[in-house]
């Protein structure tokens, strides 16, 4: 396929685009620039040079007529684990790996999937995410020797997550923020429900909601990572997932301390 120098900047910012959508959805560094050279060489491209890290991107194309083009992109955007549009952007690099369509029409598809997920906001986008969240809060307030009582009550803290999670979560400049103000907020409000209702307990309804914020597969990713070659994308979603662990657990001791002040 022969293209334009138009198409060859517009194929290099989608490839961008692409590459950024697919860290923040959580897909391994590996399977990043995999994808993003397979399309670069779909449509005619000599030798594709793709590096990527949790926090930036770049790439390099290099044509048969002997030029080439660079450019670099700074992700502070914060990541997080979207299956859904993982798959709609899997599905789009293997037709596009079989079948490249024009570069222009490539663009249009990519910038589709990133309106799409921009609009699918508010509680009857996420549906799923609510239901899930609040099966397995519940689920895991009465693993760890909670009673009825505390699974429900878990599940319904588990609602104030999601809703901060869709709400103030954009607001925050990094996950270690976010983390903090959530963990403090909720942990804040069951101290309280708990002194304020006998017979709840506070420990099983906090390990319940405590689970749908610890990064456990921010921390598997890392590993993940690692093993696959990609060490120092690896060690820097190592020392996220760290870092978010110390911020929830900041907020959740900052929480109990103030209710303990407060109430008892």
């Given at each position: 396929m022969i293209l334009t120098e138009k198409d060859r900047n517009n194929l290099i910012h989608s490839l961008l685009l692409m590459g950024e959508a697919l860290t923040q959805c959580g897909a391994e560094i590996f399977r990043v620039e995999d994808t993003l050279n397979r399309i670069g060489y779909a449509y005619g491209v000599k030798e594709m040079n793709v590096f990527v890290i949790t926090s930036g991107m770049v790439i390099t194309m290099d044509y048969a007529d002997g030029s080439s083009i660079t450019e670099t992109r700074r992700m502070r955007g914060i990541t997080g684990n979207d299956f859904e549009e993982l798959e709609s952007i899997n599905e789009l690099s293997r037709e596009i790996c079989l079948n490249?369509?024009?570069v222009a029409e490539f663009a249009e598809r990519m910038d589709a999937i990133l309106r799409r997920k921009a609009q699918a906001k508010g509680f009857k986008a996420a549906r799923g995410v609510i239901a899930g969240s609040a099966l397995a809060a519940g689920a895991f307030a009465l693993f760890f020797?909670?009673?009825v009582a505390d699974g429900i009550a878990a599940a319904?803290?588990?609602l104030l997550i999601?809703?901060?999670?869709?709400?103030?979560?954009p607001a925050c400049m990094t996950r270690e923020v976010f983390e903090f103000i959530c963990s403090f907020a909720v942990f804040l409000l069951i101290g309280v429900t708990c002194r304020l209702v006998p017979g709840l307990a506070q420990d099983k309804i906090m390990i319940g909601d405590i689970m749908l914020l610890v990064p456990g597969v921010a921390f598997t990713n890392s590993i993940r990572d690692i093993l696959?070659?990609?060490?120092?994308s690896g060690i820097l979603r190592f020392i996220e997932a760290m870092l978010l662990t110390g911020a929830l657990a900041a907020g959740a001791i900052a929480a109990m301390w103030l209710v303990a002040g407060i109430v008892g």
């Amino acid at each position: 396929m022969i293209l334009t120098e138009k198409d060859r900047n517009n194929l290099i910012h989608s490839l961008l685009l692409m590459g950024e959508a697919l860290t923040q959805c959580g897909a391994e560094i590996f399977r990043v620039e995999d994808t993003l050279n397979r399309i670069g060489y779909a449509y005619g491209v000599k030798e594709m040079n793709v590096f990527v890290i949790t926090s930036g991107m770049v790439i390099t194309m290099d044509y048969a007529d002997g030029s080439s083009i660079t450019e670099t992109r700074r992700m502070r955007g914060i990541t997080g684990n979207d299956f859904e549009e993982l798959e709609s952007i899997n599905e789009l690099s293997r037709e596009i790996c079989l079948n490249p369509v024009p570069v222009a029409e490539f663009a249009e598809r990519m910038d589709a999937i990133l309106r799409r997920k921009a609009q699918a906001k508010g509680f009857k986008a996420a549906r799923g995410v609510i239901a899930g969240s609040a099966l397995a809060a519940g689920a895991f307030a009465l693993f760890f020797g909670g009673d009825v009582a505390d699974g429900i009550a878990a599940a319904i803290f588990s609602l104030l997550i999601v809703w901060m999670q869709m709400k103030v979560a954009p607001a925050c400049m990094t996950r270690e923020v976010f983390e903090f103000i959530c963990s403090f907020a909720v942990f804040l409000l069951i101290g309280v429900t708990c002194r304020l209702v006998p017979g709840l307990a506070q420990d099983k309804i906090m390990i319940g909601d405590i689970m749908l914020l610890v990064p456990g597969v921010a921390f598997t990713n890392s590993i993940r990572d690692i093993l696959l070659g990609d060490t120092l994308s690896g060690i820097l979603r190592f020392i996220e997932a760290m870092l978010l662990t110390g911020a929830l657990a900041a907020g959740a001791i900052a929480a109990m301390w103030l209710v303990a002040g407060i109430v008892g």
